[in-house]
Nanobody
Framework: QVQLVESGGGTVQAGGSLRLSCAAS????????MGWFRQAPGKEREFVAV????????IYADSVKGRFTISRDSAKNTVYLQMNSLKPEDTAVYYC?????????????????WGQGTQVTVSS
């Protein structure tokens, strides 16, 4: 089992940037595909980005392409989400997730472990 802890959330003005971090422990970090999801009040949890184990290939939701970048630092057992050009509609709780075997990159039910979430608020 792997434990995940997110950090780096906060409040920024539209057009600003934030960098989220997800620190992993408990099991070999390289064994997992790592994803970011977000959930706004009254809405379902939605896929943001994923980085594949070993190859580091990435997939992004259309809503964040060109603005967000997911990356991995294996030496630190940490995954990052760099968020630029933030918009008010990006406001949500952001969750880090880990999965060993994923039949789909975008379905929350496919992931095995989740962090507690970190709040991101973008003001206009």
């Amino acid at each position: 089992q792997v434990q995940l802890v997110e950090s780096g959330g906060g409040t920024v003005q539209a057009g600003g940037s934030l960098r989220l971090s997800c620190a992993a422990s408990g099991r070999t970090f390289s064994s997992y595909h790592m994803g970011w999801f977000r959930q706004a009040p009254g809405k379902e949890r939605e896929f943001v980005a994923v980085i594949r184990r070993s190859t580091d290939l990435t997939i992004y939701a259309d809503s964040v392409k060109g603005r967000f970048t997911i990356s991995r630092d294996s030496a630190k057992n940490t995954v990052y989400l760099q968020m630029n050009s933030l918009k008010p509609e990006d406001t949500a709780v952001y969750y880090c997730a880990a999965g060993l075997v994923l039949r789909s990159w975008v379905l929350p039910s496919e992931y095995d472990a989740w962090g507690q979430g970190t709040q991101v608020t973008v003001s206009s």
